[in-house]
């Protein structure tokens, strides 16, 4: 089973930028299969309503897709040789303001992916803080 440990948060001004990292140890493919995890990002924002939301993913076709409130601004991206995939955060604003989790999950593939990343089932790491003042 992958493991995930994220790195890269910190405090950055609005419009600034942040890339946050997402090491993973393990099989990159689903045990059993030859099919790659899905894999990506997700936030929560501080507060005890806020609920979780996916904000970027690679499929298991290695494709990228992206929730509409990051997309245009975030970059997701992956190194299978490094075992490393990244989440580059431009032009920041202060709703970007959450606790950024890297999520391995089951075969997915098409531009709604990163929306299941969310799911208890997945695979989660331990998260990193992005705080964005204005």
């Known amino acids: 089973q992958v493991q995930l440990v994220e790195s890269g948060g910190g405090s950055v001004q609005a419009g600034g930028a942040l890339q946050l990292s997402c090491t993973f140890t393990?099989?990159?493919?689903?045990?059993?299969?030859?099919?790659?995890?899905?894999m990506g990002w997700f936030r929560q924002a501080p507060g005890q309503d806020k609920e979780r939301e996916g904000v970027?993913?690679?499929?298991?076709?290695?494709?990228?897709s992206y929730a509409d409130s990051v997309k245009g601004r975030f970059t997701v991206s992956q190194d299978a040789a490094k075992n490393v995939m990244y989440l580059q955060m431009n032009n920041l604003r202060p709703e970007d303001t959450a606790m950024y989790y890297c999520?391995?999950?089951?075969?997915?593939?098409?531009?709604?992916?990163?929306?299941?990343?969310?799911?208890?089932?997945?695979?989660w790491g331990q998260g990193t803080q992005v705080t964005v003042s204005s």
């Open positions: 999520a391995a999950g089951g075969r997915c593939t098409g531009n709604f992916c990163y929306r299941v990343l969310t799911r208890p089932t997945n695979t």
């Open positions: 970027a993913a690679v499929d298991s076709d290695g494709r990228p």
């Open positions: 393990g099989n990159i493919n689903i045990r059993g299969t030859s099919s790659r995890y899905n």
